[in-house]
């Protein structure tokens, strides 16, 4: 790979190579966790709005008040 360069040696090509390797792979890795994250983030809010809908369902209930519609079953 930089073999052209003269006065390296096989150490030096080595490390060079190691050194460029490296941050492709903490790339890699940034940008998986970071997609992980976001995809659990909707799953989360989306359970989060489902709880609170269900909470205000049974509050109105408890009050009395049964003019809403009952839950959709998925």
């Known amino acids: 790979m930089f073999a052209f360069i003269p006065g390296l040696g096989g150490q030096e090509i080595l490390l060079l190579g190691f050194l460029?390797?490296?941050?492709?792979?903490?790339?890699?890795?940034?940008l998986v966790v970071v997609q992980s994250g976001r995809n659990s983030g909707r799953r989360s809010v989306a359970e989060l709005e489902d709880e609170n809908r269900r909470l205000r369902d049974e509050l109105r209930r408890a009050k009395g008040d049964d003019s809403t519609p009952p839950e959709p079953s998925r």
């Open 20 to 30: 460029c390797f490296v941050p492709v792979v903490v790339a890699v890795v940034v």
